[in-house]
């Protein structure tokens, strides 16, 4: 069986002026689209907490973003998840994490009497603390007395601060250490409090007594994970872009990175039309569309590079047409089983499979269509622009043989 | 006959042909000897049960065999050994796992369960569980380190100003006075700065190169044009080292902890300063009790060893050996309990009880099972027991292993706790004699340097325990009284190496109870059991599904040569989780997306051959040179290719965490297994169809 006849030869680079400006178009829309409305970025990169909970009958999103804000969070996001086991999954994603704001700190500081120029009026010495802590995931306050404190006494205070929520429990403010006075205070994770709200204003009976998956990430490790990703992108490309033009020729380097750019932009700039969620599985997603749309276009390549020793007196744009017809079989063979395979994970699969399928069909797509209309047509334009008039005899290899190609 | 003498005579049998077809036959005599050399030697392995070698040495002994056929050509005959080989091993690297719990149901006998360690693990994704992630908090133990030289700094400030002298702690007024000559600060931010200001009253030559001496190397300075103003940082390196002592001595209490709690499926890794546990489960009560025990703070003790009293000895006698825990004997050692009249040290014998753990048991329940009998007897007043674990050396092998645990008897008091330990680095003993020594320094607060001052004083030649978190970490003997707060603390092996690890793990102790690595959870997951299952369920449906439309795609496309194609797939699929699960990795959902992306490239360099070889079969070549030709061809393609993914695989793997890394580790066994698969396997197949049985006259591909 075959597909194509071998030794038809199809007329790409005809169309190539519309495909670039169909790709420059993409590229552009996918630039606004991400500075403008921005990727919707996942928990990964913002920091905040996120719940899923599968509710009992009768509750609509409108309900839950109602007690979700009544509880005290803002901006809540409530998105139903397919799912045939329960049909009232919801994800709740809100930005708050438990962690202790600036303010906040200096008010415990102010209410445990830490600091210097206190009054002595509303904190006694036996009041004051000497050593306020907080931890920066926000569960916990830990202080120190000169004196044996007064814990329920801690307890109110510590509760009389706004925002802050105590873990219920005896065991809470805690001793933790009797000689030096020092008592720790547990507070509620962000988590429970929405769980709590939720139980409060949709009742008991709608509300599961534990969430499905709880998931939170404090801001500062967001960006760090966000920063970690970036910068894994851009260490690929770069020697992506360094093999290339050690195997190959630096001219044919441009190419395949116009290429590779050209798919992973698009990507993203569909991911944020679609209002898909951009998290570290896109990341990893992207990732594998730069290798795959390398790859694709390499062996493109490899194939040029081949006819450049054998066919002579050709011009390098028919040249690259015969190249590719060669290839046509594999390169679309190659990527309808890909595609195919993914597929299934995309019909089948729910939440994060789901939209990891969907991220590598459109990135294959994409790597498929830039390697044939993108690489090759941008390395000819190069070529043609630069390096034959810039370079008329060329030294070696098949840089060389395109130059006689080309005159 | 134990399974293992089995093998080991099969072995003997094959020497013998072996040896006996290579006399017979001249052609045959260089693979046929070689391989029994092969033989001998895996007989050997076989009788000792080393498995792997075992394995490894059969396998070659029938490579040997094969490579003496007639088969094509030698070329061939040896590209076949490795293929078949590398499937022998994957396979048995695989079996246990394919036994456990895939849809496969391969029964695997229990001999081979025994000796094969490797298990492919479903990943937390898959399973259900909770992650949790805890930050360290590194600035604040350079804060606490910055404080640690504040202190030093003004104590040396008053002896440069001949407000104290001698090795102890300066008075109060001392202190007091201080600040009429110089004030040091510490600001809040930054964290790892010290601020020295001298007043007019002070004579800044007296900060001259020796009160220097003592800080640079940890601190770099800077002073004002008159000198009255200084400006101490700490070092780079020295933040670094402080970093990741920070961080492995709060991995190491994490992990004592998850041990503690016997959760043999929790796993703790860290990441730059970032420590990870993942314990699969789905029991609420389970998540909170560990939540609250990783966060709690260490407890480090000292209590006084009684030996004078033979309690142990006492319960011997009275104990009938039906109602002893299994595994559970008296032993006794010779202790020291203090000096006579003369000064001289009083040895006095000792029973204590040892429990070995059982054979099938972890350290952990044997544990439990002691302190289950523990809590039978009755300990005289003030006293309690005190557990510590045993190891023992294999004679033969030299390695070390944990073997049980054993009780000490101990005053209840505790005299020290982890608050007067101010701190504790291992150090290498450069006295006389002690060629690569290593002991460790500790170091006492004010209050912790009296007490232990009276302790000693009181307990010469008395042996004490180290205890943290309830378990017997160390038992020194006090050789002599020590005044001045600091002590040390000698290590008891002979070997330099043994010394210098138990010194590190001993500095661990004794820092984690006295500067409590401060950590704090910065991400929590919990993936709810039903999310798992479903996930389980649709990624496997998904792939299976996916495959096999592709391998019967391949079939219909190129016929036979679709088929070989289909074999070094399905190869590749079964070779990537042999090495997944030598490597211990657990299968996650985005580790599962790799394999299927690494199979589709696996498809493709197949497609690439093929298309190739179709190629050259239009231009006319013959069969045999198609084939040679297409592979040389399609060479170039197929590794530039792979390699050019295997890059992006390595920076991910690098820069990745969590799921991107389970990803990027599948997609670079996945590339490297595919480029064997692809140029090696399917060759052999090839060469066979081609060469094998005659000369073929036409190629069929599709």
């Known amino acids: 069986m075959q597909f194509f006849p071998s030794g038809t030869v199809y007329d790409f680079m005809r169309i190539r002026r519309a495909c670039a400006l169909v790709s420059l178009l993409m590229v552009i829309a996918s630039i606004v689209a991400i500075f403008r409305p921005g990727p919707n970025l996942g928990t990964d990169f913002k920091g905040g907490t996120e719940i899923e909970v599968a509710f009992g009958e009768g509750v609509s999103s409108d309900d839950i973003r109602a007690a979700v804000r009544s509880s005290g969070f803002s901006n809540p996001d409530v998105v139903k998840v397919d799912d045939e086991n329960n049909p009232n999954r919801y994800l709740i994603r809100v930005q708050e994490v438990s962690e202790i704001s600036e303010e906040k700190r200096t008010e415990i500081e102010r209410v445990f009497c830490y600091g210097e120029g206190l009054d002595p009026a509303a904190c006694p010495e036996d009041k004051q603390a000497t050593e306020v802590k907080i931890s920066p995931g926000g569960d916990k306050i830990s202080l120190r007395f000169r004196s044996a404190p007064d814990l329920a006494e801690v307890r109110e205070r510590a509760s009389k601060i706004d925002g802050l929520a105590l873990r219920p429990g005896d065991g809470n403010p805690l001793l933790q250490n009797a000689r030096d006075h020092k008592v720790e205070v547990q507070l509620m994770s962000r988590g429970d409090q929405l769980m709590n709200g939720l139980r409060t204003n949709l009742g008991e009976a709608k509300v599961p007594a534990e969430p499905l998956r709880v998931e939170w990430i404090g801001p500062k490790a967001g960006a760090q994970l966000r920063d970690a990703a970036l910068k894994s992108i851009a260490i690929s490309l770069v020697f992506i872009m360094a093999y290339i033009a050690f195997r190959f020729d630096l001219r044919f380097a441009p190419g395949a990175v116009v290429a590779l750019i050209h798919d992973a932009v698009i990507t993203v700039g569909i991911l944020t039309l679609m209002r898909k969620e951009v998290n570290l599985t896109t990341v990893a997603a992207v990732l594998t569309i730069i290798g795959y749309s390398v790859n694709d276009t390499v062996v493109v390549f490899d194939r040029v590079r081949e006819n450049l020793g054998k066919i002579r007196g050709a011009t390098f744009a028919s040249l690259i047409n015969v190249s590719l017809s060669e290839m046509l079989s594999r390169t679309l063979i190659t990527s309808g089983t890909t595609v195919f395979s993914l597929l299934a994970f995309f019909v089948r699969g729910t939440g994060t499979l789901k939209d990891f399928a969907l991220t590598l069909i459109i990135g294959l797509i994409l790597g498929t269509y830039s390697s044939i209309y993108v690489a090759l047509p941008f390395t000819e334009w190069l070529d043609r622009k630069f390096f034959a008039r810039a370079m008329p005899k060329k030294r070696r290899g098949p840089a060389r043989k395109s130059e006689e190609a080309t005159v | ?702």
């Open chain 2, 1 to 702: 006959m134990p399974v293992h003498h089995i093998i080991a005579s099969v072995f003997g049998a094959l020497f013998v042909i072996y040896g006996v077809v290579g006399y017979l036959s001249r052609a045959r005599r260089v693979p046929m000897w070689l391989g029994t050399l092969c033989a001998a030697a895996g007989g050997g392995a076989a009788y000792s049960d080393a498995f792997w070698p075992m394995l490894v040495l059969g396998v070659l002994t029938l490579c040997a065999g094969f490579c003496a056929t007639r088969l094509v050509d030698l070329g061939w005959r040896m590209r076949a050994s490795i293929v078949l080989s590398v499937m022998t091993l994957a396979f048995f690297a695989l079996w246990p796992s394919l036994d456990r719990d895939s849809g496969v149901r391969l029964r695997c006998p229990a001999w081979v369960k025994d000796r094969v360690d490797f298990r492919l693990v479903a990943g937390l994704d898959l399973r259900g569980g909770l992650r949790l992630v805890y930050t360290v908090d590194v600035e604040e133990a350079i804060k606490d380190k910055r404080d640690r030289y504040n202190e030093d700094m003004r104590t040396s400030l008053a002896k440069v100003f001949d407000l104290h002298s001698g090795d102890e702690r300066p008075t109060e007024e001392a202190m007091v006075k201080l600040r009429e000559y110089a004030k040091v600060e510490a600001p809040r931010r930054p964290a790892n700065t010290l601020r020295l200001t001298l007043t007019d009253k002070a004579d800044p030559s007296k900060i001259d190169a020796r009160f220097l001496e003592q800080f640079r190397s940890d601190l770099t300075f800077s002073q004002s044009a008159d000198k009255r103003e200084w400006n101490f940082r700490i070092k780079e390196e020295s933040e670094t080292a402080i970093r990741e002592r920070a961080v492995g001595q709060a991995r190491e209490i994490i992990l004592r902890r998850v041990d503690e709690l016997g959760l043999r499926e929790a796993a703790v890794s860290t990441r730059d300063e970032d420590i990870i546990v993942e314990v699969p489960g789905q029991d609420e009560k389970d998540f909170a009790t560990i939540r609250e025990i990783i966060s709690q703070t260490a407890r480090l003790e000292f209590k006084l060893l009684d030996d004078d009293t033979d309690y142990m000895g006492e319960v011997a006698r009275a104990a009938s050996s039906g109602t002893l825990p299994e595994g559970l004997e008296f032993l006794r050692e010779t202790a020291p309990v203090g000096l006579d009249e003369n000064k001289d040290q009083i040895n006095k014998p000792v029973t204590y009880a040892f429990i070995k753990k059982g054979e099938k048991e972890t350290t952990q329940d044997a544990l439990v099972r002691m302190r289950e009998w523990a809590a039978t007897l009755e300990p005289p007043p003030d006293r309690e027991l005190g557990f510590e674990l045993v190891y023992e050396t294999d004679p033969d092998t030299l390695k070390e292993s944990e073997s049980g645990w054993r009780t000490y008897l101990l005053r209840s008091r505790a005299e020290i706790t982890g608050d007067m330990v101010r701190d504790a680095i291992a150090q290498p003993d450069q006295g006389q004699g002690s060629l690569g020594g290593w002991y460790v320094g500790l170091q006492f607060t004010d209050q912790g340097g009296k007490i232990f001052d009276r302790i000693t004083t009181a307990n010469v030649k008395r042996r004490f325990a180290i205890i943290l978190d309830n378990r017997v970490e160390s038992t020194p003997v006090i050789l002599t009284r020590i005044a001045g707060g600091s002590a040390s603390i000698t290590m008891g092996s002979n070997d330099p190496m043994v010394q210098l690890r138990d010194a590190r793990k001993l500095e661990l102790v004794l820092r984690s109870g006295a500067l409590p690595a401060p950590i704090s959870p910065s991400n929590e997951q919990r993936i709810g059991p039903s999310l798992g299952a479903d996930s389980i369920r649709l990624g496997v449906q998904g792939a299976v599904g996916g495959g096999l439309i592709v391998l019967l795609f391949m079939f219909i496309y190129y016929k036979r040569a679709g088929l070989i194609a289909d074999f070094s797939v399905v190869l590749n699929l079964f070779l990537q989780l042999a090495v997944l699960a030598t490597f211990g990795a657990s299968m996650t959902l985005p580790g599962i997306a790799g394999l299927a992306l690494t199979l589709g490239m696996s498809v493709d360099a197949n497609v690439l051959i093929n298309e190739r070889i179709r190629e050259e079969l239009n231009a006319g070549k013959s069969p045999r040179a198609a084939v040679e030709l297409g592979y040389g061809k399609a060479l170039s393609a197929i590794v530039d290719g792979q390699l050019t993914t295997l890059i992006s695989g390595v920076v991910l793997a690098q820069y990745g965490s969590g799921p991107i890394k389970g990803f990027a580790v599948t997609l670079i066994v996945g590339v490297t297994i595919s480029i064997f698969t692809a140029l090696v396997v399917s060759r052999v197949w090839f060469d066979l169809w081609v060469r094998g049985f005659g000369r073929l006259k036409k190629l069929d591909i599709g």
